[in-house]
């Protein structure tokens, strides 16, 4: 089943919404002029009947009643269409016009009734409207009472009928074309006024995994549309970003396994081109199990990657004293930093504690001050501060070292980025930072890196109160 379309729901509904004012606008004129007709006839009518009863009033005899009729015969004269018939207290014709052939018994119950209103009386093909009324003369019955007559004034209204026939005729078939007028001028007004979503859509049609970086027309949209074209942007930003980030991502995995699988399959095939003895096969195990360890490491830190990108990593959230763990890692790599001669020196005014992970926000410190050590300067410091601002954590890692140009500054916390891209191999895995970027963002916290006159720092907010995601 075929679903209606948009043009179509909404000339449908312009349709019907003007064919509802067009018909009752139809019926209200409808009625006006049937109600100006009546009121018309009414006038007439009325005028005749207070005649009557004026003249009625002067009749004292039943001769007096004969020549009254005959008065009323001579001044109903050149009145087309208006019929008279005057009923005496015995229910007999006194009086009547030549069309008027009512029955005199329901001109007598109407007269009763007194209601004031007009009524429409068939008679034969014809249809009148008529008053019906009982009207006292001057004449006393034996016991002293006023003698009353019934008087019907009607008048034919074939020709209103007529009229108003061929006025609602002409009046209908203006509505029906009307509302044909509307739908057509509705469907061209909609399709028009969505031009701009058939642009969209012609415009989205171009954008595909290749070109990305399309952006849909916003300037020249309506108001309505454009908040839409701009949501779309925006989510075709972020699409462009996360593949290039994947497709970058592919490359440097790519990359970075390439070498050692290639060092692993050469030394392979190097050994086993000849027999050799224990000790040199035992040292070609050696050095391929170092290889597939620090493929290991990149695996796992891969892996770490991926599921503090979708929200996978939940932190064991425990009180941690930053400066006991900064201490610890200190012992650990006292060691490295004694062969490059540096001091490792902690600024601390007290105990900082943290509600937090403690082996993950360990890895994530440890990163930065492998990261520091690495690439200070022989015979420097490498300072780590610790400290409090409102509402939060503070933790800064200070190597004096080479200065990182602001270009890199934007991508240092990237996979697989180095700021010299001859160091690939011995320097760790390249996910140090970005690791270390994760867990500080598990937490609720912020980092960011600045390099300016040889110092190179890293400086880490968390929450005082813990955020959880």
Excluded at 194 to 211: D, G, I, K, N, Y
Aim: proline share 3%; net charge negative; glycine share 6%.
């Amino acid at each position: 089943m075929s679903r209606i379309s948009l043009t179509q729901r909404l000339t449908l509904m312009f349709v019907s919404a003007a064919s509802s004012v067009l018909l009752v606008l139809g019926f209200v004129i409808a009625a006006s002029v049937e109600q100006h007709f009546e009121d018309l006839d009414m006038e007439v009518l009325s005028g005749k009947m207070e005649l009557t009863r004026q003249a009625l009033h002067t009749v004292t005899s039943h001769e007096g009643l004969t020549q009254f009729t005959h008065q009323l015969a001579q001044s109903l004269v050149g009145h087309q269409g208006l019929e008279v018939m005057v009923i005496d207290a015995d229910h007999s014709v006194v009086f009547a016009t030549g069309n008027a052939n009512f029955s005199p018994d329901v001109v007598v119950s109407l007269a009763r009734l007194a209601h004031g209103r007009p009524d429409l009386w068939e008679q034969g093909s014809q249809t009148y409207r008529g008053l019906a009324a009982q009207i006292p003369t001057a004449m006393l019955d034996r016991n002293g009472l006023a003698v009353n007559v019934y008087v019907a004034v009607a008048t034919d209204i074939a020709q209103h009928t007529n009229y108003l026939s061929a006025f609602l005729k002409t009046l209908w078939l203006f509505v029906a074309a009307a509302v044909a007028l509307t739908g057509v001028l509705g469907w061209a007004a909609v399709r028009r006024g969505l031009m701009p979503l058939r642009t969209m859509r012609e415009q989205a049609q171009v954008v595909t995994a290749q070109q990305l970086s399309h952006r849909l027309p916003v300037q020249h949209m309506p108001v309505e549309l454009a908040e839409l074209a701009q949501s779309l942007n925006d989510m075709l930003a972020r699409l462009d970003e996360a593949f290039t980030r994947l497709s970058g991502f592919s490359s440097d995995i790519a990359h970075e396994l390439r070498t050692p699988v290639s060092n692993l399959m050469t030394q392979t095939q190097v050994v086993l081109s000849r027999p050799r003895d224990v000790a040199e096969y035992r040292s070609v195990l050696e050095s391929n199990a170092e290889e597939l360890e620090r493929m290991a490491r990149m695996i796992s830190d891969m892996l770490l990657l991926a599921k503090a990108e979708n929200g996978l990593v939940v932190p064991s959230r425990e009180t941690v004293d930053l400066a006991k763990e900064v201490r610890a890692l200190f012992d650990y790599y006292e060691a490295v930093a004694d062969e490059k001669n540096l001091q490792l020196s902690l600024s601390a005014t007290s105990a900082v504690p943290v509600l937090a992970d403690r082996l993950m926000l360990r890895r994530a410190l440890g990163n930065l001050l492998s990261n520091a050590i690495r690439h200070a300067d022989p015979d420097s410091c490498v300072q780590v501060t610790l400290g409090q601002a409102a509402n939060a954590l503070t933790v800064t890692v200070e190597n004096v070292g080479d200065t990182i140009a602001p270009e890199f500054l934007e991508r240092i916390f990237d996979r697989f980025f180095r700021v010299d891209p001859a160091r690939q191999h011995g320097d760790g895995t390249g996910l140090g930072l970005a690791i270390a970027k994760s867990i500080i963002l598990g937490h609720g916290g912020t980092i960011v890196a600045t390099s300016a006159g040889a110092v190179t720092t890293f400086t880490i907010k968390l929450p005082a109160t813990p955020v959880l995601t």
